[in-house]
């Protein structure tokens, strides 16, 4: 046996398992299994990655410069509060980084994100996951799960997989009753996709508050998933710390550059939120009309839940075996469910038509 060993806690990580990309036996595949935008990313972004082609020995910007300032012109916000990363999941882990540790409690909710316990374990500290009614996050049980040890809390909104979220004043609520040393993390991923009056993404308590941090990606409605790109709204506290532990290069050029496209293309955006709108609420519909259960939802995606985990896993299958694939979400604790991102209409056409098949 080899005496070296990694820090203790670190093999009781379950390693993240992404969306399947590919069937034995299918040349092509309906995937809808990893939240991606079907009408890929911006022109303007694909135009700005190319131009990089004859760049690729020159370092990147370390500072994310002209991302941050397009960005903070795009929302109206002030560009040194924002942090850039490696997708949404390097800034958690170094929120985790620069926060928790042995000894520390970081609190999430029964079907949030599978990263937070990821990032919390990899730092040491203890996980405490809080039961959701609804499959929505329960205000009232994040705070009563509160003690001296908790260091961080982390609050999808909208969470992924359920697509459930809570609003704006449940959210005040939660930060106005956390102790003033427990950081507050808001992850609005899917934010662009919610048209509700009642929802807000976090900016306004980051800029009112010192221990409130706002998450956000380009992996969905921006079609930059390959890029791996990812932003953080700050206090200016936690923007210095995370700038002083990420990597001095952790923001590729090509990504940089396709970020900061992709946000001046608002019409895109606009395009690809109305195409979700339709087909979200078409399929959802047609699926409940099948005599399933949906979760009403605000992402780009729908929560199905079938009779059983065995149903659910007998449709996986059928599923596969039509070229289509889905998300499993056991690994979330809803083992009788599936996870199905918004497509092309053909793809939620033969999605429905497929699930159609299965339940005859």
Same mark, same amino acid.
């Given at each position: 046996?080899?005496?070296? @060993?990694?820090?203790? /806690?670190?093999?009781?990580?379950?390693?993240?398992? /992404?969306?399947?990309?590919?069937?034995?036996?299918?040349?092509?595949?309906?995937?809808?299994?990893?939240?991606?935008?079907?009408?890929?990313?911006?022109?303007?972004?694909?135009?700005?990655? @190319?131009?990089?082609?004859? @760049?690729?020995?020159?370092?990147?910007?370390?500072?994310?410069? @002209?991302?941050?300032?397009?960005?903070?012109?795009?929302?109206?916000?002030?560009?040194?509060?924002?942090?850039?990363?490696?997708?949404?999941?390097? !800034? !958690?882990?170094?929120?985790?980084?620069?926060?928790?540790?042995?000894?520390?409690?970081?609190?999430?909710?029964?079907?949030?994100?599978?990263?937070? %316990?990821?990032?919390?374990?990899?730092?040491?500290?203890?996980?405490?996951?809080?039961?959701?009614?609804? !499959?929505?996050?329960?205000?009232?049980?994040?705070?009563?799960?509160?003690?001296?040890?908790?260091?961080?809390?982390?609050?999808?909104?909208?969470?992924?997989? $359920?697509? $459930?979220?809570?609003?704006?004043?449940?959210?005040?609520?939660?930060?106005?009753?956390?102790?003033?040393?427990?950081?507050?993390?808001?992850?609005?991923?899917?934010?662009?996709?919610?048209?509700?009056?009642?929802?807000?993404?976090?900016?306004?308590?980051?800029?009112?508050?010192?221990?409130?941090?706002?998450?956000?990606?380009?992996?969905?409605?921006?079609?930059?998933?390959?890029?791996?790109? /990812?932003?953080?709204?700050?206090?200016?506290?936690?923007?210095?710390?995370?700038?002083?532990?990420?990597?001095?290069?952790?923001?590729?050029?090509?990504?940089?550059?396709?970020?900061?496209?992709?946000?001046?293309?608002?019409?895109?955006?606009?395009?690809?939120?109305?195409?979700?709108?339709?087909? !979200?609420?078409?399929?959802?519909?047609?699926?409940?009309?099948?005599?399933?259960?949906?979760?009403?939802?605000?992402?780009?995606?729908?929560?199905?839940?079938? %009779?059983?985990?065995?149903?659910?896993?007998?449709?996986?299958?059928?599923?596969?075996?039509? /070229?289509?694939?889905?998300?499993?979400?056991?690994?979330?604790?809803?083992?009788?469910?599936?996870?199905?991102?918004?497509?092309?209409?053909?793809?939620?056409?033969?999605?429905?038509?497929?699930?159609?098949?299965?339940?005859?």
């Amino acid at each position: 046996m080899s005496e070296l @060993k990694p820090r203790p /806690g670190i093999m009781d990580i379950a390693a993240y398992v /992404g969306g399947e990309s590919s069937i034995a036996g299918h040349a092509r595949v309906i995937k809808l299994s990893s939240n991606e935008n079907p009408l890929g990313p911006s022109p303007r972004a694909i135009e700005a990655f @190319k131009a990089l082609a004859d @760049k690729l020995h020159e370092y990147p910007d370390g500072g994310s410069t @002209k991302l941050r300032e397009a960005i903070a012109h795009r929302y109206g916000l002030d560009a040194a509060r924002i942090v850039c990363g490696g997708g949404s999941d390097e !800034l !958690l882990s170094l929120l985790a980084r620069g926060y928790a540790g042995p000894g520390d409690e970081v609190i999430y909710t029964e079907h949030g994100f599978l990263m937070y %316990p990821i990032v919390t374990k990899s730092v040491g500290a203890t996980p405490v996951v809080v039961k959701e009614t609804n !499959l929505t996050a329960d205000i009232d049980a994040i705070l009563e799960a509160v003690t001296p040890r908790t260091r961080i809390v982390f609050l999808a909104n909208p969470n992924n997989p $359920t697509g $459930t979220y809570v609003p704006a004043e449940e959210v005040e609520r939660l930060r106005a009753s956390l102790p003033a040393g427990v950081l507050l993390v808001i992850d609005a991923a899917y934010a662009e996709y919610v048209t509700r009056n009642d929802y807000e993404p976090g900016v306004r308590l980051v800029e009112a508050n010192d221990n409130v941090v706002m998450t956000r990606t380009f992996s969905k409605i921006y079609g930059l998933a390959a890029l791996r790109l /990812g932003w953080a709204y700050c206090p200016p506290g936690v923007a210095d710390v995370l700038n002083r532990i990420r990597g001095p290069f952790n923001v590729n050029a090509a990504a940089l550059a396709a970020g900061a496209a992709a946000m001046a293309d608002v019409a895109h955006v606009d395009a690809a939120r109305a195409h979700n709108e339709r087909w !979200l609420a078409w399929t959802a519909a047609e699926l409940e009309a099948l005599g399933l259960k949906t979760t009403p939802a605000v992402g780009n995606f729908v929560l199905v839940r079938f %009779p059983s985990s065995e149903r659910a896993e007998a449709a996986l299958a059928f599923l596969n075996g039509r /070229g289509i694939i889905p998300r499993r979400v056991a690994g979330y604790g809803l083992p009788d469910c599936l996870r199905i991102t918004i497509g092309s209409e053909d793809d939620m056409r033969a999605v429905v038509a497929a699930v159609a098949d299965f339940l005859r």
